[in-house]
């Protein structure tokens, strides 16, 4: 579903040939809370991937749509932002890889305890390039609500030409600037020091890490930060990464007009009349089914986004531009120019980093994308004050005890256990569960499961899209769900999840705290 695309960490802070792809990204599931991401992917499956999605725009470069799209211009904030001075004297307590907003909030949080901090970013400075969007309660307990600058009392959801779902929770759009200036306003006064180029490597030694940069400088430092995305350069990997991809194409446009309430944000639409007299099209979109996600901002001005919720390999992105422009015209939206364009690409599921290891991770390198759902923001958020307290915590026990002596890999080890505690290794075995049901499902069967979904009790669905729900309320959670589906769907779930079940059964009686 839709989400945020994922821009909770910089993505780009990594160098290194074949490995430094940058695929630009937008929006994390169908979790309702937009980020966009620009994560670069490594390994075989993702070089694929990209070559693919690279291919796919360039033959689409003829679209009237496309003829749109303005040249990239980048923003950014004018603090002067406080530097690293290679001449420093030891170590610091703390390195981070990745100026995104999740980067940010552990440095902040981290410094503001006292501790020494460096964040590490090639453009520290550079407004996030996409749209989030974001369930208004989950920013209201983040403290966040001053970073929202377009609200929606609720949200819709098509199910087909003849239902829909009127989701009665609040949804808005974040205002991208105001977020990043919040965030490095709250670096710079606890002390962050920043450094402008890229990561070549980490080196670990007993007692300390070097982190080696582009620039040739070299950062010595207690413990070490990973907030890059999916780039999987530090935090290290022992299992093939085989994940599902969500890909989606957006872009915030000004027309003639549209047909949607301003009051209401559009979260997913299957309806398929568009497609009406294109057999090809129609077939292709029962087996790989794209939904429209829409933000109304005025009657002329709206963010409208195509999007397949997980597919492996992900849907080619030629593909969903097709598909959104015939929905367009189907519409009767006329597109008169488009502000800014995004693409989105984000691996959802797949194995855990290894647990525990000497880099810390957090965000999509440490596997905290919702893999049912693609939706990350508000997790990664949450999350960030876990792993910043357990770092203050772990760096100032080391320092008060003069018995004994507290080496990184141990403080590393119990800060990846305040962040993969037991309960949250068995939730999200049970969502790597919904992934593997989702890929099976053409849009028939998607269509039932989500007016069955949308049917439970609110504190159900909404639980499980912001991750909420533990192992026991997830299996009151299935069970519900099973019981609200129509009999054609229990037969699919029972058909087609049946090895998935056996799967996440093992791996429920496996995991380890």
């Known amino acids: 579903m839709p989400a945020m695309a994922g821009a909770l960490e910089s993505p780009a802070t990594l160098s290194g040939g074949a490995r430094h792809q940058e695929l630009l990204t937008r929006k994390i599931g169908f979790g309702g809370n937009r980020l966009a991401l620009a994560p670069q992917q490594n390994g075989a499956s993702s070089r694929r991937i990209e070559a693919r999605l690279k291919s796919s725009a360039g033959s689409a470069s003829s679209s009237m749509l496309l003829e749109l799209v303005p040249e990239r211009k980048k923003e950014s904030l004018s603090y002067e932002l406080p530097l690293f001075n290679p001449s420093r004297k030891g170590p610091l307590d703390l390195v981070v890889v990745g100026g995104g907003p999740a980067g940010l909030a552990v440095a902040a949080r981290v410094s503001a305890a006292g501790l020494s901090v460096c964040c590490i970013d090639p ?9 989030y969007g974001v369930w208004v309660d989950e920013f209201e307990a983040l403290d966040l609500l001053d970073c929202l600058d377009h609200t929606w009392a609720s949200a819709v959801v098509y199910i087909d030409d003849g239902v829909k779902k009127f989701l009665q929770r609040p949804y808005g759009r974040v205002n991208r600037k105001r977020l990043k200036a919040k965030m490095t306003e709250q670096c710079i006064a606890n002390g962050v020091q920043f450094l402008a180029t890229k990561v070549k490597n980490v080196v670990h030694d007993r007692e300390k890490s070097r982190v080696a940069c582009e620039d040739g400088t070299c950062l010595e430092s207690a413990l070490v930060l990973d907030a890059t995305g999916f780039s999987k350069c530090l935090v290290q990997y022992d299992q093939p990464f085989n994940p599902g991809y969500q890909v989606a194409y957006g872009i915030v446009a000004e027309v003639d007009s549209h047909p949607f309430d301003l009051d ?6 299957w309806r398929d009349s568009h497609l009406a007299g294109n057999p090809e099209m129609i077939r292709g979109n029962k087996k790989l089914p794209t939904f429209l996600y829409a933000m109304p901002f005025s009657s002329t001005k709206i963010f409208l986004e195509e999007t397949s919720l997980v597919a492996r390999p992900g849907v080619p992105l030629k593909e969903i531009q097709k598909r959104m422009e015939v929905r367009l015209r189907h519409l009767g939206i006329h597109v008169k120019s488009i502000e800014e364009d995004e693409v989105c690409v984000i691996p959802m599921g797949g194995v855990l980093p290894v647990i525990p290891q000497r880099v810390l991770g957090i965000g999509g390198t440490a596997g905290l994308v919702h893999p049912s759902t693609g939706y990350m923001v508000a997790r990664t958020l949450a999350a960030a004050p876990v792993v910043a307290d357990a770092i203050v915590r772990q760096l100032g026990s080391s320092r008060s005890s003069s018995s004994v ?18 309960e949250r290794k068995r939730q999200r075995e049970f969502f790597c569960f919904g992934m593997d049901i989702l890929l099976k499902l053409d849009l028939y069967a998607t269509r039932r499961f989500f007016s069955a979904f949308f049917d439970l009790e609110p504190r159900l669905w909404q639980g499980f899209l912001s991750s909420r729900l533990y192992l026991p ?32 059964v093992n791996n429920l009686i496996t995991t380890k705290s």
């Open 123 to 131: 453009c520290p400075l550079s407004i996030w390039p996409n749209n």
């Open 264 to 269: 209401k944000m559009v979260f997913m639409d």
């Open 405 to 422: 002596t507290h080496l990184p890999d141990d403080l590393s080890a119990e800060v990846w256990a305040d962040l993969w505690p037991i």
């Open 473 to 504: 309320e997830l299996v009151a959670f299935g069970l519900s769900l099973f019981a609200h589906a129509p009999a054609k769907s229990r037969l699919e779930i029972m058909a087609k999840g049946t090895p998935a079940l056996v799967t996440m």
